[in-house]
Structure formats: structure tokens, C-alpha cells
């Protein structure tokens, strides 16, 4: 990959982007009649949590949105990603808002407009109430509906005030960790039989743009995790488990929202969708973006016979890994070379954001500062890589990075440090770490010479 890219190389207008979720950095889980949600259960199962740990204080970012909020305007982002917590504002999973909820979102949003940076939400990051999740959850069809009813009670409260929503964070993983697998919340073991929630999640997502929008919304999109998908061996078995996990993991949300239609699921031997009348055509008129989180390339070869799913997910030859060892490993060129065939494959897609792109790596618990050059060089190679897709036509328009804090990582705990800015879990100290400087200055490098802050953009 070239270098990083500059303002003469970048589209006029290109936004920088930093992210969060609630539940990994706000910590006061009891505050304000917050209800249960999906990851208060999970947490608790014994050995669920690499660490022990409970999302609590995290970085207690509930109590003080005022210390991020002067992180994020420091860096000189156009725009922070951050996240509602659905079970905060409906602690019943349905009916009127919580009021001491809204209004503590409320105030996030004036200190970012304050600031000048633009609050860009997202309405759900995994954080499904435990009473939604006992209703059936995303393997029901009724939980879109209540999703738009949740994301309506949000958008008359903040809606004179935030233009930009994303929808859903990742679906593809709450299908595959949450429901398949079990290694996120609600640790549902199911399999292929989790394929429905691909679709009610995809619905979900079409009733609150529709929401959205009568509400008078700017710009809604929903942000998916994506995957390169490399064969481990050029032979037509590893091939046909690359196109398998292919489908799985980006095809199936890609092309009901680019394209209207369900990939082929029964040439895999996987069961149909439960599409309704009037679906799919909702689902493909819902994105005014598309929003992509890339970590890394999935290495795949053909599993055993007797293997209940076609493919084994094996460390990729060559690369060099983050913090997670070989499951991460890290690879540029599969941004670009992802942004490049998504764009072949739909030559008409709308304008995309990198809604999530950074990397965990071994760092203390307690520092000063950090001087953090392995995520400055993973941040630069894949902003570079977008550089270069945006060059050969493919229409990116912001880029986020994953995180702007360290944070409470899920499954992993507290011990996988993803932020700009290093957090001592005891006392909340934040010290920003070389890479925040580092993305400090390249966002001022790729300004146009005069900038208006406070645009809404
Ligand atoms: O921390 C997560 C985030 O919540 C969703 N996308 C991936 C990140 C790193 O694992």
C-alpha cells in the first residue's frame, strides 16, 4: 500500500470519524431505571468474560460525556459515533421513553453540537433488552416492529437536533457470534437456524429508517462488519467454503440492501429466508449509506466431512496479527480489495463510511503515555487503502476509527485496548496515546485551508 493519503489525494469534504458504544464505555448500569439488557445476562454465565470483569464503571463515561466529548472536538473530527442503549430508553422493551435517559443523550448531542462536531448515533450495538430477547429477540419478526417504535420514542427526542443515524451496528455478528455461535450475547447456539435473524434484523432496520425519515433525517444507513474471504488453498473444496462463508458473513446483508434479493441460500443446502410480501423492497429503499466496520480478512478451507458447517476458519499464512493473535490478522489490502469488488458488484452504491477500522494491541493497564506506533501503522495502512479504493472510483465518504477510548472489549473484557486514548479502568484517567496525535494532525493535514466548524455535516 502507498502512503497515507493527503488533502490532495482525498475526495473535498471527506469526513474523519472517531467511535464508541454505550455499553463498552458508560459503565453506571443501574443509573437513571435503566433496564436489563441482553449483555447484563450474558456477562454473568460463568467464564462468559475472559477477565471476570462486568462492563462496570468501564469508562465511566456515563457519569462524565463532557471528558469524551473534549477528546473527540481535540482530535478535530467532523463527526462522533456513539450509541444509544435501547434497554436504557425502554427499560420495559416497549412504551413511553425514559426521561432521565433521553435527557442525558440529549445532553451528549448539545455538548458534541457545542463542540462543533456533528453526533452521529447509532440506535441499537447489541444492546437488545433482556425483555425483547425473552419475546424471541431477532428470531422474531415482531422485534422490528418494536425496534421502530424504540427508535421513534429516540427521534422525537433528538430529532430537531441529529440529522445523521445508523441504524444497527453489525448484524452479521449478532447473527454469527450472538445467534450461531454463542460467543457473544445472547449466546445462542443455533447454527443455520439463526438465519432468520439475518432477515429480522434487515427489517428492523427498514422500519426505522422509515421512521427516521418521516421524522425528517438527513442521512440513515446501517453499518455492517465485513470480511475478505480468502481460500485457504486454490483447490475447488476451499473455494466452495470461501464462497459459503462468503454468503454468510457480507452477501447476505450486501444484497437485499444493495440489490433487493437474498444471495442463492439453498445452493448451499442453507434454509430460505422468511421474506414477506413488500420486504425486500422495503429493505433495498432503506440506505442513504452503507456503513462498513473492516478489522480483518477471514482465511477459510474445507471442513471434515462430519462438521456440522462446511468451512473451518484458519489463521491467514504471512500476516501479522493484533492483540487477538491469528484470529486478527492484519491485512490492508483486503479493505481495498473488498471496497473494490463491493463496488463492481453494485456499481450504483450509495455513499459508504468506514464506520469502524483500528486495532487492539498489548498495552498496560496503568501508563502514562503510550507510545502505540503498531496502531499508528495499522491505521495508516488501512486509511491509505481507502485512499487508494476512493481513487479507483469507489465512493467513500468518511472514515471512523475504532475507538476513541479504550474500552470494556465484550467477550475479551478489559484486557483488548482498541483506543487513541489510553483509560486506567481504576481511576478513569484518560492519556491520549501517540496514534490520538497522530490522527489529530493527519485529520488537520487533509483540511481544506480555511474550515467551517459546527456544519452539519
Ligand atoms: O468493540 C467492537 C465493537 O463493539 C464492534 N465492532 C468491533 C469492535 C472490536 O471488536
Given amino acids: 500500500m502507498t502512503a497515507v493519503p493527503t488533502r490532495s489525494t482525498l475526495p473535498a469534504g471527506f469526513r474523519w470519524s472517531a467511535a464508541t458504544s454505550a455499553f463498552q464505555i458508560e459503565g453506571s448500569r443501574d443509573a437513571d431505571g435503566r433496564g436489563r439488557s441482553i449483555w447484563d445476562d450474558f456477562l454473568e454465565a460463568p467464564g462468559a468474560i475472559v477477565d471476570g470483569s462486568t462492563a462496570d464503571p468501564a469508562c465511566d463515561s456515563y457519569r462524565h460525556p463532557e ?22 430508553v425502554q427499560p420495559e422493551g416497549r412504551g413511553v421513553g425514559n426521561s432521565a435517559a433521553l435527557d442525558h443523550y440529549s445532553r451528549l448531542v448539545d455538548l458534541l453540537l457545542d463542540a462543533g462536531v456533528v453526533p452521529f448515533p447509532t ?88 421512521v ?57 443446502g442453507l434454509p430460505p429466508m422468511p421474506v414477506q410480501d413488500g420486504d425486500l423492497a ?20 474445507a471442513a471434515d466431512a462430519a462438521s456440522p458447517i462446511p468451512f473451518d476458519i484458519v489463521p491467514t499464512p504471512g500476516a501479522p496479527v493484533t492483540g487477538f493473535g491469528p484470529e486478527w490478522p492484519i491485512m490492508p489490502s483486503a479493505l481495498h480489495d ?52 476512493i481513487d479507483a472510483g469507489v465512493p467513500v465518504e468518511e472514515y471512523t476509527v475504532w475507538s476513541l477510548l479504550d474500552n470494556w472489549e465484550w467477550a475479551d473484557g478489559y484486557t483488548q485496548r482498541f483506543g487513541l486514548v489510553h483509560v486506567d479502568f481504576e481511576t478513569g484517567r484518560r492519556t491520549p ?13 487533509t483540511r481544506p485551508a480555511v474550515v467551517t466548524k459546527g456544519s452539519t455535516r
Avoid at 282 to 301: E, L, W
Avoid at 366 to 375: L, M, Q, W
Avoid at 433 to 445: N, V
Fill in 212 to 268: 427516521l425519515r418521516d421524522r425528517g433525517a438527513a442521512q440513515v444507513g446501517l453499518v455492517n462488519n465485513h470480511t475478505w474471504v480468502l481460500p485457504r488453498h486454490d483447490t475447488a473444496e476451499d473455494r466452495q467454503a470461501a464462497a459459503v462463508y462468503d454468503t454468510l458473513h457480507n452477501r447476505v446483508f450486501t444484497e437485499p440492501l444493495l440489490a433487493g434479493a437474498y444471495p442463492d441460500l439453498e445452493a448451499f
Fill in 67 to 88: 471528558v469524551d466529548v473534549a477528546l473527540a472536538a481535540g482530535l478535530g473530527l467532523d463527526r462522533y459515533r456513539f450509541s444509544l442503549p435501547w434497554a436504557r
Fill in 433 to 445: 496515546k501517540a496514534s490520538y496525535d497522530w490522527y489529530r494532525d493527519l485529520i488537520a493535514a
Fill in 282 to 301: 422495503a429493505i433495498a429503499a432503506s440506505i442513504d449509506f452503507y456503513g462498513i466496520n473492516f478489522y480483518n480478512p477471514t482465511t477459510v478451507t
Fill in 338 to 389: 473488498l471496497l473494490i469488488d463491493l463496488h463492481a458488484r453494485h456499481p450504483n452504491l450509495p455513499p459508504v463510511i468506514i464506520g469502524e477500522n483500528g486495532a487492539s494491541f498489548p498495552e498496560p493497564d496503568h501508563a502514562g503515555r503510550i507510545d502505540d506506533t503498531d496502531r499508528i501503522g495499522y491505521l495508516a495502512g488501512h486509511i491509505a487503502a481507502v485512499g487508494e479504493a
Fill in 123 to 210: 440506535l441499537y450495538h447489541w444492546e437488545m433488552p433482556s425483555i425483547v430477547e425473552a419475546d424471541g429477540g431477532w428470531l422474531s419478526r415482531d422485534t422490528a416492529e418494536r425496534f421502530a417504535d424504540y427508535v421513534g420514542v429516540v427521534a422525537d427526542r433528538l430529532g430537531d437536533r441529529v440529522a445523521h443515524w445508523y441504524t444497527l451496528n453489525e448484524p452479521a455478528m449478532t447473527t454469527l457470534q450472538g445467534y450461531a455461535v454463542g460467543a457473544l450475547a445472547p449466546g445462542r447456539q443455533l447454527l443455520f437456524d439463526a438465519l432468520p435473524t439475518v432477515h429480522h434484523q434487515l427489517l428492523a432496520h427498514a422500519r426505522a429508517s422509515q
